[in-house]
Nanobody
């Protein structure tokens, strides 16, 4: 089992930055992929970014490339999502997720943290 707890959401203005944290606990995350997803009102949950725990390889949705950065603090077992140049369309509940890289499935989810960007 993996427990994921997100934090760092809030209300910011367009152009501001925000850093989300996802503290992971439970089993070892070696061989896992950690990801961030978001869900805006009346929209489906969408992929934002992912990082492979062992290799550190990252991937991003086109909509956030160049603005968001996903990273891992191995000492703290925490995954971060640094969000710069925020836009009102980034407003959503952001979720942290984890799953075995070899299966390509997201098995564990956090409770979500709200990010609101005002214009």
């Amino acid at each position: 089992q993996v427990q994921l707890v997100e934090s760092g959401g809030g209300l910011v203005q367009a152009g501001d930055s925000l850093r989300l944290s996802c503290a992971a606990s439970g089993r070892t995350l070696s061989g896992y992929v950690m990801g961030w997803f978001r869900q805006a009102p009346a929209r489906e949950r969408e992929f934002v970014a992912a990082v492979t725990w062992t290799s550190g390889r990252t991937s991003y949705a086109n909509s956030v490339k160049g603005r968001f950065t996903i990273s891992i603090d191995y000492a703290k077992n925490t995954v971060y999502l640094q969000m710069n140049s925020l836009k009102p369309e980034d407003t959503a509940v952001f979720y942290c997720a984890a799953g075995p890289a070899i299966i390509g499935r997201w098995d564990y989810w956090g409770q979500g943290t709200q990010v609101t960007v005002s214009s």
